[in-house]
């Protein structure tokens, strides 16, 4: 990423106060490395998302929330009560009750109440839910081998293996994705 297009993003050298590395303790020797990784790592995350989420939009006509859900929702057979989903896509319940609501208006899912508690509502993939899901999933998967297809299978190896390493240091350090 380009100094110039840093300039004004939050998390981005510039954006930060001078020396605030000493003002937290010091910071790590490598800091200056990290904050580069740091947007190595936000950069390419946020550019591989933007690419998704057009092509979701223009090859399907649906958003990638939307993919998450069912996606979420097809990893679950047996469904997942609306709290379960909401934690497990790390949005609020609010975001995910109106997703569910347009994919129930075109039949991909269905809502049920829970046994034994009727103020408890599942969602599962309908049948129409899941064949929509495996059409998108298909071509979701042929659009992420075309984007890492400069990469050989032992750099995206060796690549997992570091993002495993972070994930664990970092877990470490009790910053966890939440479930």
Known sequence: MSKKSDKGR???AEHAAPHVHEKLGGGAP???????????LLSCT???????????????????PRFDV?????????????????????VSNGNVTGIVQRLEQEGLVARQTTPGDK?????????QGRRRFTEWAREHEAWLDRLFSDLSNDEMDELMRHLRHLQESLARQGIQRER
Do not use: C
């Open 10 to 12: 939050v998390g981005s």
């Open 30 to 40: 490598h800091s200056k490395q990290s904050i580069r990784l740091w947007l190595k």
């Open 46 to 64: 946020t550019l591989i998302e933007n690419w998704l989420r057009n092509r979701m939009r223009s090859e399907f006509g649906t958003t990638l």
């Open 70 to 90: 069912l996606a979420a929702l097809d990893r679950h057979p047996e469904g997942l009560r609306m709290g379960e989903l909401s934690r497990y896509l790390l």
């Open 119 to 127: 103020r408890s509502i599942r969602v599962r993939l309908t049948a």
